[in-house]
């Protein structure tokens, strides 16, 4: 069982920036991969930012050059570092974690709102 806390949230005006992280209960290292994920409201649930065990990252087309995934294993902790951030960045923002065996966890989910 991985247990995931985002925090960082919140509301920007576009242009700015915010870091979300997620603390997770396990080592990350035992983790095949821990994502971000966001849902606006009435749209998907659509991946945002990835991390493999081994550090391989990827990004989805509408957050390059602007977000970057990081981690820090001393503190079991992901991170996401979003710059220029714009109103269609708004919605709520996921941790997830996929372990060894493909079983998922999520967080409880994060609040950003970009608005002037």
Request: aromatic content about 10%; glycine content about 10%.
């Amino acid at each position: 069982q991985v247990q995931l806390v985002e925090s960082g949230g919140g509301l920007v005006q576009p242009g700015g920036s915010l870091r979300l992280s997620c603390a997770a209960s396990v080592n990350i290292f035992n983790i095949k991969y821990m994502g971000w994920y966001r849902q606006a409201p009435g749209k998907e649930r659509e991946l945002v930012a990835r991390i493999t065990r081994a550090g391989s990252t990827n990004y989805a087309d509408s957050v390059k050059d602007r977000f970057t995934i990081s981690r820090d294993s001393a503190k079991n902790t992901v991170y996401l570092q979003m710059n220029s951030l714009k109103p269609e960045d708004t919605a709520v923002y996921y941790c997830n974690a996929n372990s060894w065996s493909d079983l998922g966890y999520w967080g409880q989910g994060t609040q950003v709102t970009v608005s002037s």
